[in-house]
């Protein structure tokens, strides 16, 4: 059967989470629910679960100092440290610890619209949290923190490049073809 693998954790929780418990008094769609839900995978969940990839074969190498924000909805997806894990294995990231790394930063999708203030409130918090680190790379793995993160490090002129972990592994991926390539000419 297929699979479907997104490179958001919010939207992996949401599938899984709550579209069973949507059609709870409707048993044909539930049924088609929870078989949606039971093959929907985060990208890294995927890679690191079901395709149980082997990093250390790729020889990875990203030159960065990197924190990482643990989104919300990786704890509902049962993904803990797999980010922090990989990013210590790649060659060249120095990876420094994200103080309050697991607090929301206020985005929550309606959430932000609803309770403007209190999003305002969490972001800054985070923004304050990632300049601490010092570090030029901010790693997420979800779409809805990268717009508000990175919208508010643009707006306080903080300047530190966000990448999904995905796009990290994409370069260092292509950059260690590129060596495999080269020394085998």
């Known amino acids: 059967s297929e699979l479907v693998v997104t490179p958001s954790a919010s939207c992996c929780s949401i599938v899984r989470e709550y579209y069973p418990d949507l059609f709870k008094d409707d ?30 074969a790729w020889d990875l190498e990203y030159n960065a100092i990197a924190t990482y924000h643990y989104s919300c909805h990786m704890r509902g997806i049962g993904m803990t440290d797999e980010v922090i894990r990989l990013l210590k294995r790649i060659r060249g990231i120095e990876y420094r610890q994200l103080e309050k ?9 309606t959430f932000a619209v609803k309770y403007g203030d209190i999003s305002g409130a969490l ?10 680190t010092g570090a030029n790379l901010l790693v997420i793995t979800d779409g ?5 993160i990175t919208g508010a490090l643009h707006r306080q002129g903080v300047d530190i490049q966000t990448l999904h972990i995905a796009e ?17 000419a």
């Open 168 to 184: 990290i592994l994409d370069q260092a991926m292509t950059a260690a073809e590129k060596r495999k390539a080269g020394s085998a």
């Open 27 to 56: 048993p044909a769609l539930r049924d088609k629910a929870v078989a949606m839900a039971d093959k929907t995978f985060d990208f890294l969940e995927f890679c690191e679960k079901k395709l149980k990839v082997d990093w250390d």
């Open 101 to 109: 790394m697991d607090q929301c930063c206020g985005f929550g999708g």
């Open 123 to 132: 972001v800054r918090d985070k923004v304050e949290c990632i300049k601490k």
């Open 144 to 148: 809805g923190c990268a717009l508000n």
